[in-house]
């Protein structure tokens, strides 16, 4: 089913009609909804937010993309059926805890991405730039901070006091590995490494961090520990909560998604009820699960590594 939600990213054949491509699927994804869901069906009743604590290969799935409820009819007309992301608020915990109260992100804000490559290892991301853009003028009372082209580095980040900042959100690229996490990393201009180990080191004071990058989410599948990648590394260094893609993610619909998202924020949103409402407002314009279901929202321990800031 996980294949069948990225399909039209990797196959030309299924982004010919990703409809019929993604129908022969649901059966696969009705099956995990009966297995994982339906049990619980009875306590959601009147339920608004989902909160899952995934294990395993459950990880990277994204529940919201789950078919809900079960019956297979089409939500709106379009030959999707209803998701389960369309009735309930769905988050993530990164270990079996109490749930924080909801909290709201502000500023200041650090944006990082728009990468160059000079030697052209890596593709350009055109709409980075506009998604830097768009979320630099919605925050732009509450202080932004830029590091993109040729600042996106390595040193210019070393030189920031990192714990200032409220949200950090990266547009970049990001590899990942299911195997190796020392080869997990954000890609920086100039083919910079941000590795794992140089951001668990890192002293943040963040409400959020957000990595749209592709695959900021995967990483090396550890039983009781979850996944051992990005988020696992910026919850050490001080996260309180983050937003990651379990896929590659298509520049144009992750910018889109994005945008979407900090406007909910702005208004107040906490992070799992904006990117709730991202999604909704993303399947609207892009239908098909790979381009609005990647995005998943864990909300971390209440203890951050620094001390609170001041407010503005």
């Given at each position: 089913?996980?294949?069948?939600?990225?399909?039209?990213?990797?196959?030309?054949?299924?982004?010919?009609?990703?409809?019929?491509?993604?129908?022969?699927?649901?059966?696969?994804?009705?099956?995990?909804?009966?297995?994982?869901?339906?049990?619980?069906?009875?306590?959601?009743?009147?339920?608004?937010?989902?909160?899952?604590?995934?294990?395993?290969?459950?990880?990277?799935?994204?529940?919201?993309?789950?078919?809900?409820?079960?019956?297979?009819?089409?939500?709106?007309?379009?030959?999707?059926?209803?998701?389960?992301?369309?009735?309930?608020?769905?988050?993530?915990?990164?270990?079996?805890?109490?749930?924080?109260?909801?909290?709201?992100?502000?500023?200041?804000?650090?944006?990082?991405?728009?990468?160059?490559?000079?030697?052209?290892?890596?593709?350009?991301?055109?709409?980075?730039?506009?998604?830097?853009?768009?979320?630099?003028?919605?925050?732009?009372?509450?202080?932004?901070?830029?590091?993109?082209?040729?600042?996106?580095?390595?040193?210019?980040?070393a030189?920031?006091?990192?714990?200032?900042?409220?949200?950090?959100?990266?547009?970049?690229?990001?590899?990942?590995?299911?195997?190796?996490?020392?080869?997990?990393?954000?890609?920086?201009?100039?083919?910079?490494?941000?590795?794992?180990?140089r951001?668990?080191?890192?002293?943040?004071?963040?409400?959020?961090v957000?990595?749209?990058?592709?695959?900021?989410?995967?990483?090396?599948?550890?039983?009781?520990?979850?996944v051992?990648?990005?988020?696992?590394?910026?919850?050490?260094?001080?996260?309180?909560?983050?937003?990651v893609s379990?896929?590659?993610?298509?520049?144009?619909?992750?910018?889109?998604?994005?945008?979407?998202?900090?406007?909910?924020?702005?208004?107040?949103?906490?992070?799992?009820?904006?990117?709730?409402?991202?999604?909704?407002?993303?399947?609207?314009?892009?239908?098909?699960?790979?381009?609005?279901?990647?995005?998943?929202?864990?909300?971390?321990?209440?203890?951050?590594?620094?001390?609170?800031?001041?407010?503005?």
């Amino acid at each position: 089913y996980r294949l069948a939600l990225r399909r039209p990213l990797l196959s030309a054949e299924a982004r010919l009609d990703p409809l019929a491509d993604f129908q022969r699927d649901v059966p696969a994804g009705a099956a995990l909804s009966r297995w994982l869901i339906a049990p619980l069906a009875p306590l959601l009743v009147g339920a608004r937010r989902v909160l899952i604590v995934p294990d395993g290969e459950l990880a990277l799935l994204p529940f919201a993309a789950l078919p809900w409820p079960l019956s297979g009819a089409s939500a709106d007309g379009g030959g999707y059926p209803p998701f389960l992301g369309q009735q309930y608020e769905i988050g993530r915990l990164p270990l079996a805890m109490v749930p924080p109260p909801a909290r709201v992100a502000r500023g200041p804000v650090l944006l990082a991405g728009n990468p160059v490559d000079a030697a052209g290892g890596l593709p350009a991301l055109p709409r980075a730039a506009e998604e830097m853009r768009r979320l630099a003028a919605l925050w732009s009372r509450q202080g932004v901070e830029r590091l993109e082209g040729n600042d996106l580095s390595l040193g210019k980040i070393a030189g920031l006091d990192l714990t200032r900042y409220g949200i950090v959100h990266f547009a970049t690229h990001a590899e990942a590995s299911s195997r190796d996490p020392r080869r997990t990393a954000v890609l920086l201009s100039g083919g910079q490494r941000l590795g794992l180990d140089r951001i668990g080191a890192w002293k943040l004071d963040a409400d959020l961090v957000v990595l749209s990058g592709c695959r900021t989410g995967d990483g090396e599948v550890v039983p009781g520990e979850g996944v051992v990648g990005l988020g696992w590394a910026f919850f050490r260094a001080g996260a309180r909560d983050l937003v990651v893609s379990l896929w590659s993610v298509a520049d144009g619909a992750a910018a889109d998604e994005m945008v979407l998202f900090h406007q909910e924020l702005a208004r107040g949103a906490d992070p799992v009820a904006a990117l709730a409402h991202a999604r909704r407002a993303a399947a609207g314009l892009r239908s098909h699960p790979a381009f609005w279901a990647p995005f998943v929202a864990y909300l971390g321990p209440e203890a951050a590594t620094c001390t609170k800031r001041p407010k503005n």
